[in-house]
């Protein structure tokens, strides 16, 4: 049986492979992979807005996000705003100077798409949607 361990780790593989192909077309910013997966998470999760949240999300130390998440504020990219009802929660941002990086990275992903997908029919990737979206709506019943 496919166990919900082996689809995080594959979804891990998956996240690393896409930062390290766009950490690539990135190297005169300097980015991290971690960095790269850190926009790329904030950009396309709205409701991901915490470095608790990422490291959960990313699979990766507490220090690690915190480096990444001081970098990219210093890069002028994210910035971190307190919570109004709990001054111990700091919610992360993307700022303005962040929406040319935002659409290189968009283009690099449909670049890797292209080759990564090159051998999945239309059947399964529709096969795999409603499979996800089935997950995500008994995750969010149980929210």
């Not at 496919?2 to 492979?17: G, K």
């Not at 409701?47 to 130390?61: A, D, F, P, Q």
């Amino acid at each position: 049986m496919f166990t919900i361990e082996e689809f995080l780790r594959i979804s891990n593989q998956m996240r690393d492979y896409y930062a390290k192909k766009i950490k690539d077309s990135f190297q005169e910013f300097n980015f991290s992979p971690n960095e790269i997966s850190i926009l790329i998470v904030l950009k396309n999760n709205s409701t991901i807005t915490t470095s608790t949240e990422l490291k959960v999300v990313l699979g990766v130390s507490k220090t690690l996000i915190s480096r990444s998440v001081d970098s990219l504020e210093k890069k002028g990219l994210i910035c971190t705003c307190i919570d109004e009802k709990d001054s111990r929660i700091h919610h992360l941002q993307l700022t303005g100077e962040c929406k040319p990086i935002l659409k290189i990275i968009d283009e690099e992903i449909g670049k890797i798409n292209k080759t990564l997908f090159n051998d999945v029919s239309v059947e399964e990737m529709k096969s795999l949607k409603q499979t996800m979206s089935k997950l995500q709506k008994c995750v969010e019943k149980e929210e």
